[in-house]
């Protein structure tokens, strides 16, 4: 109930801070300081603060596919009817007390309903996805709340917590970071409304819940580098991260990046785990294009990548798992994507895997698309791909569709088929084919409304349905 | 609906997208180079063309910049033809092009300029391989708007209301393979990303805990390849094993766990069914024992269900004193202290 109650504060707040915000500019008080002063000669008009709110409504009708239960059991047939409500609120540039348009709010959060719930099951949960202010002091910045950060050897995390960050004139940037990490409400989940989702943990075993004690579970690091947008950049990083009491994560990452001023774009990124004390994730990322041009005749794009990596590494170092295997894994192939005219493209690509131990794998895709029409809404689409491997293989065929009916109503198709190699539980293939129907009401309100359909190895047929409504008012198209 | 035929939906599909693809309406472009590449100026021939010709008014708004059938007028007397012409849709190009605030006037008295707009619009008559608008690449060539850039600025060319609308192509662009390198980028480009996108935008792929897939989210995307399309399920172990390090980008060993739980192949749960094959493990450590090689090869499929701290079934033998011998592999060094945790689970006194 604490980490309700937190949540809940927290999201109070922000709201509270950006109402206030836009309140003080509306009724525009006598400025009783030389900031208040200065916003309002730059801002006669009051605070004139970018907003963005959006909302969407997910509603699903479910059959559940007829998978065999444990030891291949019946399973009888759930129906349900799922909500899914996320929200987001975006206020960037709003005046502070620090100085004009220096402000940036952040605020996104979800909710989910079931009805038809199984005695026993939650009947509903939420959580507060992101939640941050950040305050721009001139060349630094700081954010306080719950935020994501981004690159390096931090990945991807989302802290409750503070990050600053700066950049000087001469493109030298430094960022630090630190805070509770963000636990995901695994325990909250129901999740049986997609084919491959189920029970959660405490369905089967609630005794087995781990109730994570947070202070235990907390990060930092911070990021140093040199950015230049024509030169490049090159950076370093530092992870450390705590879980239960244990290391899960210590790690330097370095980064380096070509500018415009190269032909060919470069991205190389590498992370060194210091709990495993061996490069965890190198990752090197070339493309070049022979031609880009917006009438989209003619244009040759070629990309190489590099992808080196120690699974185990990437586990958390908390798990006894991590210290049971060394192999590594190395990727390396590339893609070439041909424009031609009348809209026409083509992609061809192919990756080879080597592991430590065992048969190399394979991955290959062939895309040919169509963009039609006069806006060149009109998309066909077929991708063929092939995924190889040791122990089974098999070929995808994909067939994608975007079709304008009038000006506000589209459709959309999406077929796919599977041929595997070895069957899987006595079947060589699997289908899945939708369709959807999208509707522009207006500027702010979109509605989407379709299905679809799967025949697979886990399913004899598998049918969902799903209606989204979505409001998105962006005050900047005022 | 007992059987479905692919092949069936394939051709219905295709035979839509055909019908939508004949009955589109052949549009009538301008030809540009006819105008200006015409013989002119001298005795008995027209005046000759300028750009400014017929786009005089750009220079005063941009909105005005398209000719008037004035223009057209003045030599051609085939009114239904001008029309036709005159109300063309105006391209992808032309309508992301309107968009872009841009002082013509300001930018034609540059010297670099010298009042040409061919500089910008070579693809218009003397390059057909070029655009007919040029690149945001080429505005950063003559003045690179450093200052705006490293501060996250983009107005005054962007207006603000666009900039989540909008798609980089030139310019951080988000072509094929982004999602492979967007990560590298977001450390050095976290400024110019938080133009467009908010933390709302990572959050959409990246917080699983939602339980909203990214496709179903996006089930409207047919031009994108989301992760897990379509019979995702029947082929996760095969996509794992492929790229082993992807699955934990986004999901922890609980996401495995929990479903695992339900379909009774978890090793937490009472009345498991092993998925296993024969001969994957025995207490005959000279019996063939699959199971060691695939750990090897590919630990984080084990650890999807064989992860729960203390209680991991693999230690069972694996530890000081079990009958599964040392599971370190060769060279093993670690910088845990003796006092770790995790290390006590099979040695006591530590590593």
Known sequence: MNGTRSRHTLATSLVGALLLSRGAAAQAPPPSDASASAAASANPAGDDHDLVFRSRLTAAGFQRAFTPGPGGAIVTTDTLAPFHEAVSLAADRVDSPVGVDTLDIQFAAYGQVWAGQPEGMPLSTWDIASAFLTQRMGPVAVSLGRQPIVGGAARYRRLDGVSLRGKTEFGLYAAAYGGLTVLPRWDQWYGTHTLGDAYEQWSSAPDSIITPVRSENWMGGMNVGWADERIGSLGVSFHHQAENQSIADESMGVGLRLGSWSPVGLVADAIYSLAQRSWSDVRVVADWALSKSEKRSVGLGLRGELLHTLPSALLSQASVLSVFSFEQVTEAGGELDVQLPLGLRVGLGAFGQDYGEGSPGARLRGTVQLLTGEREQTLLRLVVSRVALEANAYTQIRLAGRFPLWSRLTAYTDVYQYFYDQPIKDHDSSTFAAAHLGYAAGKYWSARLGGSASQSPTAALDLQAMAQLTLEIDRRDQ | ?351
Not at chain 2, 61 to 85: F, I, Y
Request: a negative charge; proline letters at 7%.
């Open chain 2, 1 to 351: 609906m007992r059987s479905l035929s692919p092949a069936v939906l394939l051709l219905l599909t295709a035979l839509l997208g055909a019908v939508v693809f004949a009955c589109r309406t052949p549009t009538v472009r301008f030809p540009h180079a006819a105008h200006l590449g015409m013989e002119c100026g001298e005795p008995g021939q027209p005046s000759c063309f300028t750009c400014l010709s017929c786009h005089g008014k750009i220079t005063e708004d941009p909105k005005l910049g398209h000719p008037t059938d004035q223009n057209c007028s003045n030599c051609h007397k085939n009114e239904k033809q001008m029309q036709r012409v005159l109300a063309a849709e105006p391209t992808r190009a032309e309508l992301r092009a309107s968009k872009i605030q841009f002082d013509h006037k300001k930018h034609l008295a540059m010297p670099e300029v010298g009042g040409q707009c061919i500089h910008c619009h070579a693809g218009v008559v003397s390059d057909a391989q070029k655009p007919h608008f040029p690149a945001m690449s080429q505005c950063f060539e003559c003045h690179q708007h450093k200052e705006q850039w490293d501060q996250g600025t983009c107005m005054p060319c962007h207006r603000p209301a666009d900039l989540r609308k909008l798609v980089p192509e030139t310019f951080l662009a988000h072509g094929p393979g982004w999602d492979r390198r967007h990560g590298s980028l977001a450390l050095a480009t976290t400024v110019q990303c938080a133009q467009c996108h908010t933390a709302e935008s990572c959050d959409d792929c990246h917080d699983v805990s939602q339980n909203l897939t990214i496709e179903r989210r996006n089930a409207t995307r047919v031009d994108g390849d989301f992760i897990h399309p379509a019979d995702f399920l029947t082929r996760h172990a095969m996509e794992a094993a492929s790229e082993p390090a992807r699955c934990l980008s986004c999901h922890r060993t609980e996401t495995c766990e929990s479903c695992h739980m339900q379909h009774g192949v978890s090793a937490g749960r009472i009345d498991a069914v092993s998925p296993h094959p024969p001969g994957w493990m025995g207490p005959d450590v000279l019996a063939t024992n699959h199971h060691g090689r695939a750990a090897r090869r590919d630990i984080l499929s084990c650890a999807s269900c064989h992860d729960q701290g203390p209680d991991t079934n693999c230690i069972d033998c694996h530890k000081v004193g079990g009958v599964g011998g040392n599971p370190h592999p060769s060279g093993w060094q670690s910088s845990r202290t003796p006092s770790d945790l995790m290390c006590s689970y099979c040695h006591e006194d530590g590593p």
